[in-house]
């Protein structure tokens, strides 16, 4: 590996979808200085507002005229893809991050009105993280994360955090430093029960599943 590939895997790629966003504050304030950026197709609106610029601009241009052929031309690089595919504009760029070396990746504006959209969306989490790869999800009110064997802590400035079993049932399951403490639990897919928990005061909750996988989902605004 060159030392500018080296250097570029340990860079972020964050990852911008056309769904809504309306706390721009929130997430740029989750964003870091050397991110390298990609804005799927009418993702590209929320560059101006977040104060960044695009390395990279992807998209079938159904909801974005396609930049290139603008007069006010960009200069980031744009992939156009056709209109017809298995991957949605996110998911490619997804991929795309990944097969340019990626490990890291951070992705907003792809949590939105739509549930398809954003379940999709949370799937690309799944992709990444099989693949070894750190990955976060965040929109207006939350970050979300998948957690398995290793565990994470909590984050400790959340008003709440669920664990949910979206991938099929888990077993195994341990919460402590929380409101609802939890040793060797199953939660299966018909019945959720580990919603709405809550750090303890001064404490970051530490959540884990031996057997399984599910979605963390940390929620700091309503």
């Not at 939350?142 to 099929?168: A, H, N, Q, W």
């Not at 888990?170 to 580990?194: H, Q, R």
Request: proline share 3%; aromatic share 12%.
């Amino acid at each position: 590996m060159s030392e500018i590939s080296e250097k570029l895997c340990k860079r972020r790629c964050a990852i911008f979808g056309a769904a809504k966003i309306q706390n721009y504050r929130r997430i740029k304030s989750l964003l870091l200085p050397d991110d390298f950026n990609i804005f799927c197709d009418g993702g590209l609106s929320h560059s101006k507002k977040l104060g960044i610029e695009p390395n990279l601009v992807a998209g079938d241009f159904d909801s974005l005229k396609n930049p290139g052929l603008a007069k006010k031309k960009i200069s980031a690089e744009t992939l156009v893809l056709p209109r017809e595919k298995d991957d949605t504009d996110s998911f490619f760029a997804v991929k795309e991050g990944f097969r340019r070396g990626f490990r890291d990746f951070f992705l907003a504006g792809t949590a939105g009105d739509r549930f398809d959209h954003t379940f999709a969306n949370v799937s690309a989490l799944l992709w990444l993280f099989n693949r070894g790869c750190r990955a976060v999800m965040a929109d207006d009110f939350s970050t979300m994360k998948i957690v398995g064997s290793e565990g994470t802590f909590v984050d400790g400035g959340c008003r709440y955090f669920s664990l949910l079993p979206v991938f099929g049932d888990v077993f195994g399951v341990e919460i402590s430093d929380a409101k609802f403490p939890l040793k060797k639990g199953s939660v299966s897919s018909e019945y959720v029960y580990t919603t709405s928990n809550e750090n303890l005061p001064g404490k970051q909750a530490f959540v884990r599943v031996e057997k399984g996988l599910v979605l963390l989902v940390e929620v700091f605004a309503e």
